[in-house]
Every structure is written in structure tokens, then in C-alpha cells.
């Protein structure tokens, strides 16, 4: 069993190991955050936010804590099919959580930005870092939120100073490698932009072997007055033996603007929370998201807008297609607060079921505290159009083309809205695979 | 070409019976009218020919080309050079309509043995038969009928048409919800696909469609069977006297 007590064997051989080399400050917030945990513990279905998510099956395993590196390194070649095509920019790559110099190229960033691992910032760029971390992905009311930042040890820290770009996209590649057994890693990643910047980053989840592995990742963003971030989520993660728990907090000031895609294709159990606080004026934030879920899978996304401040525009689309015996969960919450006047928030949470033993939980929730906004929000879950369906065949295309077909179509508006073309024409790629898969699948039963 | 023999049809899952006994020969290049007052089964015959699966068959046969069409998916009919415009086309969202018609096409050029088309090659016959209905060359990469307007959706239909080039084609009520201007072309469009290898049956409430597509023959759907046959100017005297003038031969 994964309980406190192993974790708390792990917290002092971390402690110990880095003794000399972290600042106090982390110090103390790795132990205050590790207290907050031995009193959460990990979160159970009666907690009305774990309603439909039981991580009961991800508990059963011994999991070991991923501190060092593992001893046989991995080689550009092992993990090239993890680059996306047709990305030109930096790439920084961690194995098990853990920055890989060897695997990474930042080649030349622009001047004011930064991209590097956060063991390494914490040390060089203290100033910049410690302002910021923690502060966007509270861990008082979850367990594996303040577990992570009891190991706060390393993952990605990217900086943009005011004013600065980054036209390529920054490519974070996070691999988990499980030669000894199953492990839990979890990256710490804090993305600061400054005054005016702008940049893209794409976050991206992979797998290399077949045990029981845990990612517990958490993601900060802080996007300061006027900045503009896009920001893609890729989970890749091992379909039959991966665990996916993810915190993505964000915060946004005057006039920024966030721009998210969080694509789900793998995991044998997937929490994802993304919270967005539109903290002033005019900021804007843009959330999709695809899931693609098969047989034996349970995605779960939870996500977050607070609208605190006038102004504030909130648009959401999440769409779902799942198939086999499967399982999916929307909860969104939009929070327009009395002081948030002229608040436009839009929700939008479809899905789309491919067998009768798929399900789905959806609740999107609105709670509005002033009368001068324009809210809207839907949830829908159906099958294909039967009408829809006879259309196609009666053009010629076989069931099975005419299928995929539709549920090509269905998904094709949320995969529009990528805006980088790598990402985009992978995500096709990737929902025609997937489609395919399906079929090899009925054929070899 | 097509030889419907004693077709009875039940609909949805009261299996109310719509067709009763329907009996129909359409020879090859011929152009034959059916025409009948709502609820006759107009619809229900052309999406039987379609293969809808709401349309059960109970009793009759239908023979194209020799093949007995009953048990054959709608899409093999369609390769096999069947085609049905559709009375409501469909919307289908997030499929590009050049992207679809390609992919009908190669799906029927691979039945009859012929090399699938690319990209290129497509866009140019593409681009020919669009001028037979006159379409707005921006619709192509709009979903599939997603926000066309009336007339856009029916001239959508006959571009298929135009396209896939079936050997019987089924117009249902290809004229209803279209003002005259767009019935003028599209009737001009299926004038120009008529050929003497390709049969055309036309569905209609009404004769006006027929003053611009001249029917060979016009058949009078009343109530589930072919109560009247004749050539061209039944549709005149029907005009005329309207379908009451034939509601005692339903039962005779």
C-alpha cells in the first residue's frame, strides 16, 4: 500500500540528502506543506471534489519516490519519438521529474527569457523564484497538491522578463522510466511571465516501460499585466499502468490573457485541475480540452474560473469521446464574484459516447454574484446521429469510415482551436489512430 | 434497371405500414415522376430504395440491375450506383464538404475498379461540377451543410449527384422549400445529368418541378399503392383537379 508513512520515509531522505544545498525558506515550506499532508491524506470519494474519482487503485501500489536520476541513463535516440515534429524551439526534457541536461537543448533563447530546471533556479535565480512558488497551487485542501510541494525538488522553471517574447514554442518533455519497479514522480513546474511577455509552452507526458508508475505533477503560472500565455497540456501516459494526478493553478493580472489546451489521450486514471483566478480587469482566459478515453480508463477533469475583478472573459470548450468501458468526468466551476461586473463566461462541456459501457459525470456549475454579467454554460452527452450515419452511407463510405468520420467531426472544432500547427496536426494524427486502434482491436476478438 | 414488385414497408417500431403493394418499372434512362398528397409513402419508397433502417421491407422485391436490393446495406447500394437526394439534407459537423465528397467518391470509384483520386485531381472535377449547379465554391470548405441555406442544401445534394454519377437516382422533393429562381437551376443541373445510362426517379408533392424536368412517366401514390400511371400529362390533370379526383380508386 502507497500510505503516509513511506512518504514520510522518503521526506527525510530528501531532507537529509539536500540538508547543505536549499535555501531555509524551501525548507520550511517542504515541512509545513508535508504536515498539511499527513493531516489530508489522500482523498477519498466522500470528499464532494473525489466524488467520481477513487484513487483507491493507484494506492494499492508500492510506489518508490523518484529523488535521483536513475543509473541507466536514456539516449536521445530512446526518446525521439517524443519530439513533435515540426517544433523548432527549445526543448527541456526530465526524466522521473528530474531535469536531463544531456536530453535538453535550450539552443538560443530570446533575450529576457529563461527556460530551465527549478533545482537549478531555486540556486542561481533564488530572487525570482521564491516570490512566486507555491503562491498560485495552494495545498491546504489537497492531498497530493501539498505532496508534491513537500518534494519540491526540480521540474521546469520558465521566466519571462517584461516586456520579452518567445516566438517557439518551450517544449517540456516529462518521460517516466520504471526499470526498478513502480514510482512516483512528481515535477514541480512554475512559468512566471513578466509585464508585457508572451510565449507558448507545451507540457508533455510520456511513458517508456510497463510498471505501475505515478506522475503527481503541479504547474504554476503567473501571467503578470498584459501578458499572454498558450499553454498545452499533453498526457501521454502508460493506459494500463499509469497514474496521472495534475494541479495547474493560475494567476493572471491586468489585461493577460491564457490560453490553454489540455489533451487527455492516455492513463489508466487521470485527475487533472486546472483553476484559474482572473485577479483583475480585462484578463481573459481561453480553457479546451479532448479526451480520448478507451476501454479500462478514467479521466477526470476539474477545472476552476474565478472571475474576482470587471471585465473578465472566461471561454471554455471540453469535449470528450470515449469508448469501451470507460469513464469520464467533467466539473467545471465558474465563479463570477460581486465585485466582477461585466464578466463574460462561457462553458462548454460535450461528450461523446462510443459504446453503451462508457460513461460519464458532468456538472457544470455557474455561481454568479452580480447581476450586470452574460453567463451561459451547457453539458451534453449523446451517441453518434443516427441521422447523420444513414447520410454518409448512403454516399457510399462503409459504416466504419462514416463513423470515424462523425466522430472525427465532432472533435474537429475543439482541435481547430490549437494554434500551433505541430500540436494540431499531432492531435489528428493522434484521434485517427485511435479511431484505428479501435477497429483492430474488435477485429482480433 | 429497377423492378419494384409487391413492396409492402412498415416504419419505426410501431410497424405502421406505409407501402402497401407497390409495383414500378423503371427502365435504364428513363425519367419517372411519383407523385402523391402528404402521408401517400412518397418519402418512405425513396428511403427504402436508400436503404434507411427505419424502413422494414415485410413482403416484394426490389431488383436493380438484377440484384435484389433488400438486405444491402445503404452504402454497398450507393457503390453499387444508387443514389437518394434527400428531402432534408443532413448537417454533419467538422467534416469539410469537399473532404466528404472526395471520400464518397473514392468509395464508389473503388467499388467500380477505378483509381482513387487525390487532393488535386478531385479539386478539379470538383471544380467542373459545381458549375452544374452553380455553387458557391466557398461552401466547400464549410461542414457539410452546416449553415446552408435552403437552396444551398438542395444544390449540395445534386452536386453529389454530379459527383458520385449513380445509375438511378431518387430525388425526394428535391423542389420543396425552393424559391423559383434556385428551382431553375436546380432542375437545370438535373436536366444536364440526365443520360441514357442513368435512370432518375423524381418524388413530389407537386407538378411544378415537372415543368422544368420532364418526366417519361408519372405515377399517382395514394395511400401506400400506385393508384394511376400514365405519361407526362397525368401531372397536368392532376394539376388540375387535384388529388381528390382520385380518391375512390384507392380502394377499387
Known sequence: MFEIDPCREAFRTLEKREASKVPPELVSLRRTAFSRFTELGFPTPREEEWKYTNVSPLLKHQFKFSIEQPANGLTAEEIHSFRLSGLAGAQLVFVNGLFSPKLSHTGELPSGVKAASLSEALIHDPGLVRPELARTAPYGRNGFTALNTAFIHDGAFIHLSRGSGCEKPIHLVFITQTPSGPLISQPRNLIVLEAGSRAAVIESYYFLDGKAYLTNAVTEIVLKEDASLDYYKVQREDARNGFHVATTGVRQDRNSRFFSFSISLGAKLEREDLNVLLGAEGSECTLNGLYLVSDGQHIDHHTVIDHLKPQGTSHQLYKGILKGKSHAVFNGKVFVREDARKSDAEQVNKNLLLSDEAGVDTKPQLEISNDDVKCTHGAAVGQLDEDALFYLKSRGLDDENSRDLLTHGFAADVINRARIDAVRMELDRELWAWLQNDHLAGETK | ?252
Open chain 2, 1 to 252: 434497371m429497377l423492378e419494384i414488385r409487391n413492396l409492402h414497408v412498415t416504419v419505426g417500431e410501431a410497424g405502421i405500414e406505409i407501402l402497401k403493394g407497390i409495383n414500378l418499372k423503371v427502365g435504364r434512362g428513363e425519367v419517372h415522376a411519383i407523385m402523391g398528397p402528404n402521408g401517400s409513402g412518397k418519402s418512405t419508397l425513396a428511403r427504402t430504395l436508400a436503404g434507411h433502417p427505419d424502413s422494414n421491407v415485410t413482403q416484394g422485391e426490389i431488383l436493380y440491375e438484377g440484384k435484389n436490393l433488400i438486405g444491402m446495406e445503404p452504402d454497398q447500394r450507393a457503390r453499387e450506383g444508387v443514389f437518394m437526394a434527400f428531402q432534408y439534407p443532413v448537417e454533419i459537423p467538422g467534416i469539410s464538404t469537399a473532404y466528404f465528397l472526395r471520400a464518397a467518391l473514392n468509395a464508389v470509384r473503388t467499388q467500380r475498379g477505378l483509381e482513387e483520386l487525390d487532393a488535386v485531381e478531385f479539386l478539379g472535377l470538383l471544380k467542373e461540377k459545381m458549375k452544374i449547379v452553380e455553387m458557391d465554391p466557398g461552401l466547400l470548405n464549410r461542414p457539410v451543410n452546416e449553415g446552408f441555406s435552403g437552396g444551398e442544401k438542395k444544390r449540395n445534394e445534386i452536386l453529389q449527384m454530379a459527383v458520385l454519377e449513380p445509375k438511378l437516382a431518387i430525388l425526394d422533393e428535391t423542389d420543396s422549400g425552393l424559391d423559383i429562381d434556385a428551382l431553375k437551376v436546380v432542375a437545370a443541373g438535373v436536366n444536364r445529368l440526365k443520360s441514357p445510362d442513368r435512370s432518375i426517379v423524381l418524388v413530389t408533392h407537386y407538378q411544378r418541378l415537372l415543368n422544368y424536368i420532364t418526366p417519361d412517366f408519372v405515377h399517382i401514390l395514394l395511400e401506400g399503392r400506385i393508384v394511376k400511371s400514365g405519361k407526362k400529362e397525368l401531372a397536368l390533370e392532376l394539376e388540375a383537379k387535384g388529388y381528390d379526383w382520385l380518391k375512390g380508386e384507392v380502394h377499387v
